[in-house]
């Protein structure tokens, strides 16, 4: 069965700092691997994703994302954090070996202090 | 395209009342799915459809749930009869096979 992890709650990162958002999972097959972004009272908002070809994937707002096989990881990234990045931050896989269903992480809150 | 549309976004009902939220989804996205929030629970996926037939519904709590799409543009979840911890936001979210999900703004469910 798939599953995501996202060992860490809540990640706090001064403005202008470069900021990480981890992220692992599990899948038995080939994974297509995605994240988001949830802003207070609004649905989720889709930043990048993976499917395959280069590790490196870049999506929107600046942020990017490598894509680890051999640590099964997928941390999210941006070089410079800004005030207006704090929001909550889902993994999510989707496994084609095991039917269409997207699997989320439990989710990061991120702050970014002025 | 207006993305996925759903309704109503606040529901405030009483315990044992029928309530049922709408989503209208991306028009040619042949996966539909539903999801419901809370704080301690995070995101649970209740059921999924593929072309509008219900491929995954283990997720749904229990009978009081039911979900249908009767065509490619319009989905249903009822829940009957509510109860207060049922209170949650459910998501409606949307898309192609191999694409990603495309989520609407959520309906608040509030039961007393």
Same mark, same amino acid.
């Given at each position: 069965?798939?599953?995501v992890?996202q060992?860490?709650? !809540?990640?706090?990162?001064?403005?202008?700092?470069?900021?990480?958002?981890?992220c692992?999972y599990?899948?038995?097959?080939?994974?297509?691997l995605f994240w988001?972004? !949830?802003?207070?009272?609004?649905?989720?908002?889709?930043?990048?994703?993976?499917?395959?070809?280069?590790?490196?994937?870049?999506?929107?707002?600046?942020?990017?994302?490598?894509?680890?096989?051999?640590?099964?990881?997928f941390?999210l990234?941006?070089?410079?954090?800004?005030?207006?990045?704090?929001?909550?931050?889902f993994c999510a896989?989707?496994?084609?070996?095991?039917? !269409?269903?997207?699997?989320f992480g439990?989710?990061?809150?991120?702050?970014?202090?002025? | 395209?207006?993305?996925?549309?759903?309704?109503?976004?606040?529901?405030?009902?009483?315990?044992?009342?029928?309530?049922?939220?709408?989503?209208?989804?991306?028009?040619?996205?042949?996966?539909?799915?539903?999801?419901?929030?809370?704080?301690?629970?995070?995101?649970?996926?209740?059921?999924?459809?593929?072309?509008?037939?219900?491929?995954?519904?283990?997720?749904?709590?229990?009978?009081?749930?039911?979900?249908?799409?009767?065509?490619?543009?319009?989905?249903?979840?009822?829940?009957?009869?509510?109860?207060?911890?049922?209170?949650?936001?459910?998501?409606?979210?949307?898309?192609?096979?191999?694409?990603?999900?495309?989520?609407?703004?959520?309906?608040?469910?509030?039961?007393?």
């Amino acid at each position: 069965a798939q599953s995501v992890a996202q060992p860490e709650d !809540q990640v706090n990162v001064a403005e202008g700092n470069p900021l990480t958002v981890k992220c692992t999972y599990s899948v038995s097959g080939n994974p297509y691997l995605f994240w988001y972004v !949830q802003y207070p009272n609004r649905g989720l908002q889709f930043l990048l994703k993976y499917i395959t070809g280069d590790n490196l994937v870049k999506g929107s707002y600046g942020f990017e994302a490598e894509f680890n096989k051999s640590q099964t990881s997928f941390h999210l990234k941006k070089p410079s954090a800004l005030v207006s990045d704090s929001a909550l931050y889902f993994c999510a896989v989707r496994d084609h070996n095991y039917g !269409q269903n997207f699997v989320f992480g439990p989710g990061t809150r991120l702050s970014v202090l002025p | 395209d207006a993305g996925v549309i759903q309704s109503p976004r606040h529901e405030v009902t009483e315990m044992g009342q029928e309530v049922t939220l709408r989503c209208k989804p991306i028009s040619g996205h042949d996966y539909l799915f539903w999801y419901r929030q809370t704080m301690m629970r995070g995101l649970e996926l209740l059921i999924y459809f593929n072309n509008n037939v219900p491929i995954d519904d283990s997720g749904m709590p229990e009978d009081r749930f039911s979900a249908k799409m009767p065509n490619a543009s319009f989905s249903t979840l009822k829940i009957q009869p509510s109860e207060p911890r049922d209170s949650a936001v459910y998501f409606c979210a949307s898309s192609l096979y191999t694409g990603e999900l495309f989520f609407g703004e959520g309906s608040r469910l509030t039961v007393l």
